[in-house]
C-alpha cells in the first residue's frame, strides 16, 4: 500500500496493512495531565460499555470487576510504559577495568501488545554494546527493555526505542538489538498462523562490521546451562 493518505482512508481501507508512522510512541500532548486514578475511572466506565454492547451481563459475580480490573491492568501494568515518569534509570559506570570486548544481555523477556488490534506479542530480546568508558548494569538493559515493551508498539518501534535508550546511557553508537517474538494478532485472528515468528534488528555502529554482527549472532545461538 504505497503512497496512502492516512487523513483520507478508514481502517477498513487499511485492512491487514502493518503501519508504522513514527519512531516515537505516538501521543496527544495532553497525555498525561490525568492522573492514573482518573485514567482509570474513564476506561471502566468505557470498558463497561463495550462489555455491555457484547452483550454479557455485568451483574452476574465473575463478570461485574472485571471493568474496573481491565482498567488498572491498562494504566498500572501492560501500559505503564507510557508514562516517563516509570522509565528506569539507566545508571553507568566508570569501565575501569578496561574491558573492551562484546556485553550481551540475552533472553530478555518481551511482552507487549500490538498497538493495532491490541493483543499481544511475546518473545525474546537480544541487546548488546561494545564496552568502552562506561559499562551499565544488567539488569538495566533488562528493565529499559521491559519498561519499553510496557505500551501499546510495534515491533520495529520497539526495536529501536531500546536502542536509542542504551545508545543513549552508553554514550556510544555500538550496540545491537535483536527481537524474536510471537503476535497474537496473527496467530490468534486473520490468518490464524501459531507457527510463524517475527524478528526485528538494530545493528549500530561496530554492529554494521559483518564480523561483529556474525559474532553477535552466534553468541544469541549459544545454550546457556545453568
Request: with cysteine.
Amino acid at each position: 500500500m504505497d503512497n496512502l493518505d492516512l487523513d483520507k482512508i478508514t481502517a477498513e481501507d487499511l485492512g491487514e496493512a502493518h503501519i508504522g508512522t513514527s519512531e516515537l510512541t505516538p501521543l496527544r500532548d495532553d497525555a498525561f495531565d490525568l492522573s492514573d486514578s482518573e485514567k482509570i475511572d474513564i476506561i471502566q466506565d468505557h470498558f463497561k460499555e463495550i462489555m455491555e454492547t457484547l452483550g454479557l451481563d455485568l451483574n452476574d459475580d465473575s463478570l461485574k470487576g472485571t471493568p474496573y480490573r481491565v482498567a488498572k491492568m491498562f494504566v498500572k501494568e501492560i501500559f505503564n510504559g507510557l508514562d516517563p515518569k516509570n522509565k528506569p534509570e539507566a545508571r553507568t559506570f566508570s569501565n575501569n577495568y578496561d574491558y573492551n570486548d562484546m556485553v550481551m544481555e540475552k533472553n530478555i523477556q518481551v511482552t507487549s501488545f500490538c498497538e493495532h488490534h491490541f493483543l499481544p506479542f511475546i518473545g525474546k530480546a537480544h541487546v548488546a554494546y561494545i564496552a568502552s568508558g562506561k559499562v551499565i548494569g544488567l539488569s538495566k538493559i533488562n528493565r529499559l527493555v521491559d519498561y519499553f515493551s510496557r505500551r501499546p508498539q510495534v515491533q520495529e518501534r520497539l526495536t529501536l526505542q531500546i536502542a536509542d535508550a542504551l545508545s543513549e546511557a552508553m554514550e556510544t553508537d555500538d550496540v545491537a538489538v535483536f527481537i524474536d517474538s510471537k503476535h497474537l494478532c496473527v496467530s490468534t485472528r486473520g490468518i490464524r498462523d501459531v507457527s510463524s515468528s517475527t524478528i526485528t534488528t538494530e545493528f549500530r555502529g561496530a554492529f554494521k562490521e559483518e564480523a561483529t554482527q556474525r559474532k553477535f549472532i552466534d553468541f544469541i545461538k549459544t545454550e546457556t546451562e545453568l
